[in-house]
Each structure stands twice: as structure tokens, then as C-alpha cells.
């Protein structure tokens, strides 16, 4: 008659064994890179996006210094907006809104972008600081 094995026997050899041990580890560190590379990419491209967005609005106020009025200038910033709006990393369906305003010789202009519409943006479970970017540039238009 054969003896039973005792249980602290039996577990020796698997103690040893380490067939299953990388999947385990894989299941545990493979989401967290993923999330790791998709917070890079997610930042990094609304960075991008709001970066282009204040060099639109820097492009758009230099160009009202050419103006020699009020309508003009708001026509060249409009033109320089929609000149910039094609370098747009991340283009969507909703159209950049420009509010442009002249107080005490200094012409400011302010640019607004939705990024509600932008699918990188919207469907995304790592949250972004805002979904709608607004930057500003002011430039000196009166030589006093």
C-alpha cells in the first residue's frame, strides 16, 4: 500500500515551477504601459494643438498692425486665422472662433477651439485639461 503524499510535498515542485509566472506579470504590467502611452499621446497632442493655436493667435495680432482701421484690422486678423487654421494638428468639424478688440492702443486677439469634436479627444478615459482651448495675443498697434 502506497503512502499519501503530504500537501507541503506536493507544493515543492510547483513553488519551482515558473511556466505561468510572465503572463501573470504581462496581465499585470501590460494596461499600465498602455495607459502610460496613451496619456503621452493624449497630452502631448493637446499640448501640440494649444501651441498652434497661440502661435495662430500671435500670427493673427501681428498682422493687425497693417491695418489702418478698425474693420481692416479685424479683416487681416480673420484672414490670418484662416490661413493658420489648416496647420491645425488636430483639425475637427468646429470652426476656431476669433474675437479681436482694440482698447487703449493695444489690439488684442483672443482665439477659441472646441475639441469636443475630435474623437483622440472626446472618447478618451484619461482626462484632458480642458476640451476647449482659448489663447490670447496682445500687440502695441498706437506709436505714442
Known amino acids: 500500500m502506497e503512502k499519501p503524499l503530504h500537501p507541503a510535498r506536493m507544493a515543492k515542485p510547483l513553488k519551482r515551477d515558473m511556466r505561468g509566472s510572465v503572463l501573470v506579470e504581462a496581465a499585470i504590467a501590460l ?3 498602455i495607459a502610460l502611452l496613451l496619456g503621452i499621446l493624449i497630452y502631448g497632442s493637446w499640448f501640440m494643438t494649444a501651441h498652434s493655436l497661440q502661435q495662430a493667435a500671435n500670427e493673427a495680432a ?3 498692425v497693417a491695418g489702418l482701421d478698425a474693420p481692416e484690422r479685424q479683416a487681416l486678423v480673420q484672414q490670418s486665422v484662416a490661413a ?3 496647420s491645425l494638428p488636430l483639425r475637427n468639424s468646429h470652426p476656431i472662433g ?3 478688440s482694440e ?3 493695444y489690439f488684442t486677439v483672443t482665439l477659441d477651439y472646441d475639441l469636443s469634436g475630435n474623437p483622440l479627444f472626446s ?3 484619461i482626462p484632458v ?3 476647449t482651448l482659448e489663447r490670447s495675443a496682445v500687440i502695441r ?3 505714442r
Open 123 to 125: 472618447s478618451s478615459f
Open 103 to 105: 482698447n487703449g492702443g
Open 62 to 64: 501681428r498682422s493687425a
Open 31 to 33: 494596461p499600465l504601459l
Open 84 to 86: 493658420s487654421a489648416a
Open 141 to 143: 498697434i498706437d506709436a
Open 129 to 131: 485639461p480642458s476640451r
Open 98 to 100: 476669433v474675437n479681436s
